[in-house]
């Protein structure tokens, strides 16, 4: 069984190359992809193999880009951050998806459901993105937030940017205020209008009135600075220039 990895944490793919080799050692890991751009590029260039684990949310875009470049009859088995209830309905169309971290017993099932040909050996994308990207109507229009003792009600309309520090999703408002918000980002890109906002990078999820002022920025890529926000480097990878352009032109 020749399996690929497209992961670009570290500990994430260390982790998970050490959960199949203990349950599966005659699985062969043959390579770990990092991006969307060095997925094309490697399966431009090699033989498929017979598994793919891969993340959804990529440093430079989402894998699904991955699989609508590539002509690809492998199965996939994700590895996401989103919640419960998303899993168990990609479940129901033999696609398995893997919550992070991941589950020893959850990924040995995953696997021999792949070895006894349950999986499917088309993808479709068309379902997924359906269910990982909800239709206006179920876009949140406020957020639950913690304040010392108080609990708040913020109106997206009064947001300036999301971003992540250390694995705790922050919440910054037109006031300055920062809140702590109980999801990861990759959720909380999934909960609000792609109209009014749009994913920067790994760390930034900005809305239109977050945007303070715009850059060129070496090697084909754009370096924004956003309202209140002491960050001074948040880049754009060139790879995202073109999206990020059009969403600012919409």
Not at 46 to 63: E, H, K, M, V
Not at 107 to 136: G, H, W, Y
Not at 215 to 230: A, G
Request: aromatic share 10%; glycine share 2%.
């Amino acid at each position: 069984m020749r399996i690929v990895i497209i992961e670009d944490e570290k500990p994430a793919a260390n982790l998970l190359k050490t959960q199949i080799k203990k349950h599966f050692p005659d699985a062969e890991i043959i390579d770990n992809l990092d991006s969307v751009s060095n997925s094309v590029l490697w399966f431009q260039q090699n033989n498929q193999p017979d598994l793919i684990f891969s993340d959804i949310q990529l440093a430079d875009g989402i894998s699904f880009s991955i699989f609508e470049k590539i002509s690809l009859s492998t199965p996939i088995i994700f590895t996401t951050a989103f919640d419960q209830y998303a899993i168990k309905a990609f479940q129901v169309n033999a696609i398995d998806y893997l919550l992070k971290p991941i589950d020893p017993n959850d990924l040995a099932r995953a696997v021999d459901k792949f070895k006894s040909n349950q999986i499917r050996s088309s993808i479709e994308l068309d379902v997924l993105k359906t269910l990982l990207n909800p239709t206006k109507s179920t876009y949140k229009s406020r957020f639950l937030v913690r304040f010392g003792e108080k609990i708040q009600s913020i109106p997206v309309d009064d947001i300036l940017y999301f971003n992540s520090e250390e694995r705790i999703t922050f919440l910054h408002t037109l006031d300055g205020k920062k809140y702590v918000l109980e999801s990861t980002l990759e959720l909380t890109e999934s909960q609000v209008d792609p109209v009014k906002f749009f994913r920067l990078n790994r760390k930034y999820l900005s809305s239109l009135e977050g945007i303070d002022e715009i850059f060129s920025y070496s090697n084909s890529r754009l370096k924004v600075t956003l309202k209140n926000c002491r960050d001074q480097d948040i880049l754009i990878s060139r790879e995202k220039v073109s999206d990020f352009k059009s969403w600012l032109d919409q």
